[in-house]
């Protein structure tokens, strides 16, 4: 009979609740520390205090910053899957873009989710769905080569000189322009393979100018 009882009198495990109860405590405390004392009401024609300035509420202050951790995570999930070691130029162990862009879906669902609300609310509108070009392996070269001519001192939206140059990045923009160009040229349409050969030969002819400019009275040997 005791032990009928002790089973009688312990506490039921409830399975059809399936919230995280570990957070009860931290909300209390929050809602404790974001309800402030009943204020009197404002005299007529008062803005009602921290509406007209546009502030935000402590509460909405905690929302915001654990909208952010979240992102940051997911975020960080995305980087994990793609990370190429830049001492080594080895991919991590963990490299796979179909994992990555897992989580950037995810991330996508997210921001459709929650619309212009939270800190998404001050983020610029992104083009839609027919105004976006979709990705082809000519946009490599063009990103290749826009960075190139950008190290070399040349704002590539004018082409006219826009700043210091940096050889050595050029260099490397240059090379990695190259090794596309050897290894994946056959995959492109016709009209990016061209255009990577015009953008490879006048970044690689650019370079040999500034190069032989840098030198001691900018004269060509």
């Known amino acids: 009979m005791s032990d009928q009882k002790n089973q009688e009198s312990e506490p039921s ?6 919230r995280m109860r570990f957070d009860e405590e931290a909300a209390r405390e929050e809602s404790h520390r974001t309800e402030s004392p009943r204020a009197e009401a404002p005299a007529p024609g ?17 929302e915001e910053a654990r909208e ?8 960080g999930m995305v980087a994990s899957h793609l990370f190429v070691d830049p001492a080594t130029g080895l991919p991590d ?17 997210y921001v459709a989710a929650r619309g212009k609300n939270g800190i998404l609310a001050s983020l610029p509108p992104e083009p839609g769905a027919a105004e976006k070009e979709p990705p082809r392996l000519g946009h490599v070269p063009a990103i290749l080569g826009a960075m190139a001519v950008h190290a070399l001192g040349v704002d ?21 322009l190259d090794f596309v160009a050897t290894k994946v040229a056959d995959s ?3 009209e990016d393979r061209d255009y990577m050969n015009d953008i490879l030969y006048q970044t690689k002819m650019f370079f040999v100018r500034q190069r032989d400019l840098a030198r001691p009275g900018g004269a060509v040997p």
């Open 13 to 18: 495990i409830i399975i059809n609740d399936r």
């Open 46 to 62: 008062e803005s009602p205090r921290g509406d007209s300035d546009g502030e935000k509420s402590l509460r909405e202050k905690a």
């Open 68 to 75: 952010g951790r979240l992102l940051a995570l997911l975020s």
């Open 93 to 109: 162990e963990r490299f796979s873009p179909s994992e990555a862009r897992f989580y950037l879906d995810l991330i996508d669902l």
């Open 156 to 176: 590539p939206a004018t082409g006219r000189p826009g700043g210091a140059a940096n050889m050595e990045a050029a260099r490397l923009y240059i090379d990695l």
């Open 188 to 190: 492109m349409t016709a």
